[in-house]
């Protein structure tokens, strides 16, 4: 019989764990800043970066959250620091989420997936469950392990499998354990980090391919990669325990409304939007620990993650940042949402006048009224 170990309703249970948030920014790039305004954004410590408040230039904003990473952050320390610490549970049965959040082109894909030469997350996560399965093994002779991996897209609130390309939109249910469950969703079993190589690579870049055609697909989906890892006993009382550990790359957080991208059918925007938006009140729900019903069941996205997201899980938001000004309004929402305090400091960002990010003017948008709103 299976035996969970994790405690996931969050009904039954009040035990709601906080999700840890990290920003990280990504270095400024001269191409991205047409008017050589220079960055507005820049860290200050280990949790604190500061933001240029364009109202008013004598004053920045700053942020603190669990983790800030600069810039000058590797790949291998935003694992370090963000994601190989949850790892062990996952041989332990309990399950766990790592997303990556924020505007397209802030370094979502980058932290995740990131390269041949800059692995990110992705790669470094798997190669460290089959590092310490391979460790528990060799220690100990009483569990058998096995890994598994699925690979599925959440695009216009319909669940779409990437290891099999032609499937339809695949139902979410619960089964009596609480457990979360995509019947008919592909599970491929690995064998070492190779084999998952062999698999996940071709069905990545399936999603790559199709992006370009489907107008920008990629950055309006949100592509969830499942570890799954089943430990059973191989002696009598042949106990089971399940692990899942989700590895997301979220679709971009810009409103796509206000940026005035053109061919976005509304229902496109509208169905990204509620799946963000439902994600941003979990997470609030959850670190404020208001006690109120956590909203799950409100969006596809954080029905799947209901098991991995809260409750005994254990959760990592990477929030990605741009330094540029066009990105500042988009940034700033990201903040809003990733911080655990803001405060406005009355000190300059630069010393000279700053300039209006050229969108701002003329239009008071809901991050304005928040600029304004808070803390004068
Ligand atoms: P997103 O997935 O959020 O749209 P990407 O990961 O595609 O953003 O990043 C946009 C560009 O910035 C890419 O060319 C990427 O290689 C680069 N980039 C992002 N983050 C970093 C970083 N930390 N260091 C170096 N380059 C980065
Ligand atoms: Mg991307």
Known sequence: ??????????????????????????????????????????GLGPQTLEIVNWRNATETL????????????????????????????????QNASVFAYGPTGAG???TMLGSQEQPGVIPRAVREVFHLVRTQVKDQDEWEFS????????????????????????????????????????????????????????????????????????????????????????????RQQTGKLYL???????DNRRTGNQGIR?????????????LSKVVDCLNTGTGGRVPYRDSKLTRLLQDSLGGSAHSVMITNIAPEYKYYFDTFTALNFAAKSKQIINRPFVRETVMAPTNAAGKRSREEQDAGGSGE
Do not use: W
Request: one cysteine or more; charged letters at 25%; glycine letters at 4%.
């Open 108 to 110: 979502k894909t980058h």
């Open 248 to 254: 997301v790359d979220l679709a971009g957080s810009e």
């Open 266 to 278: 509304l229902k496109e925007s509208g169905a990204i939007n509620l799946s963000l938006f439902t």
């Open 147 to 238: 890994v598994g991996m699925s690979y599925l897209e959440i695009y216009n609130e319909k669940v779409l499998d990437l290891l099999s390309p032609n499937s339809q939109d695949l139902p979410i249910r619960e089964d009596k354990d609480k457990n979360i469950i995509i019947p008919g969703l592909t599970h491929t079993s690995l064998s070492s980090f190779s084999d998952f190589h062999t698999h996940f690579v071709p069905a990545s870049l399936n999603r790559t391919t199709a992006s370009t055609k489907l107008n920008q697909r990629s950055s309006r989906s949100h592509a969830i990669l499942l570890i799954k890892v089943v430990k059973c006993q191989r002696v009598p009382p042949h």
């Open 62 to 93: 700053q942020y603190q959250f669990d983790v800030f990473h600069g810039e000058q952050t590797t790949q291998q320390e935003v694992f370090l620091s963000s994601v190989k610490p949850i790892i062990p549970h996952i041989l332990n049965g």
């Open 1 to 42: 019989m299976a035996q969970r170990v994790a405690v996931n309703d969050a009904a039954g249970s009040k035990r709601t764990a906080r999700v840890r948030v990290a920003v990280r920014l990504r270095p400024y790039m001269d191409k991205q800043d047409e008017k050589s305004e220079g960055p507005c954004v820049r």
